[in-house]
């Protein structure tokens, strides 16, 4: 069946998260004088992204709102390495500790090399469009500030105004009917397995998986596996 039309996830797909976080982490620790506190940067990131996912699936499941589980993710991690308060940290405090973080993490918002040519090579002959678990205003202004925002105008669908997240069919399908074009005509890309290609092949879409990192993790029917967005043009065109 011919494609016509072609989503994509933004954080690790479009946009290198990882690397941003990381590089702002360490930053932020080390004018904090906390990153002393861990036996190598690596650990205090890799807490820092345990505390981030376990509160994050708070803010996807409406638990929390995105600032809520901002707060959380500042307290948690300020008590691990004790230097939480007796009293606690109040909400005033603990926004300016984490906005802290977010303007060393934002000096390094890039998108990967191949998103911008790929979606220039794909913008005239397929319909293009955002799926993501995060707020629409928080990922149309990281769209904007990595330069990519114009290829997909109002084409952006997020979890938080949609009610429910990826895996759920519903949040494709909503995509999908965005881009006025039936799930077996839409093309989605992401980076997390399960949440992104497995989600998109239930919802009835062609699916593609994005494993930057060559992990070798085994893939399944209906859903192909690529090394960079160059290798969607080729699979596309």
């Known amino acids: 069946m011919e494609i016509r039309g072609v989503l994509f996830d933004i954080d690790d797909t479009l946009f290198d998260y990882t690397t941003s976080e990381r590089v702002g982490v360490i930053e932020h620790l080390t004018v904090e004088g906390l990153l002393e506190h861990f036996p190598s940067p690596a650990e205090a990131v890799a807490l820092w992204r345990q505390i981030m996912d376990e509160e994050y699936e708070r803010f996807l499941i409406g638990e929390l709102t995105m600032a809520g589980q901002q707060l959380s993710r500042t307290r948690r991690f300020l008590a691990h390495v004790g230097r939480l308060p007796a ?3 109040s909400d005033e405090d603990a926004a300016g500790w984490f906005a802290k973080y977010t303007a060393f993490r934002t000096t390094t918002w890039a998108a990967f090399p191949d998103a911008e040519p ?3 090579a794909l913008a005239p002959r ?23 925002l114009d290829h997909f105008g109002d084409t952006i669908v997020c979890s938080h105004e949609h009610g429910a997240p990826k895996p759920d069919a519903g949040i494709f399908l909503a995509a999908c009917a965005l881009l006025g074009l039936p799930a077996h005509q839409v093309a989605y890309v ?22 930057r990192e060559a992990t070798g993790a085994p893939s399944s029917e209906g859903i192909t596996v690529i090394r960079s967005l160059d290798e969607l043009v080729a699979s596309l065109l």
Do not use: C, H, M, P
């Open 118 to 120: 790929t979606l220039r």
């Open 190 to 211: 992401g980076d997390k397995y399960e949440i992104d290609a497995v989600g998109a092949r239930e919802a009835g879409l062609r699916s593609y998986w994005i494993d």
């Open 126 to 148: 397929f319909r293009l469009g955002i799926v993501s678990n995060s707020s629409l205003t928080y990922q149309r202004e990281k769209l904007r500030i990595i330069g990519l």
């Open 87 to 89: 009293g606690g940290i």
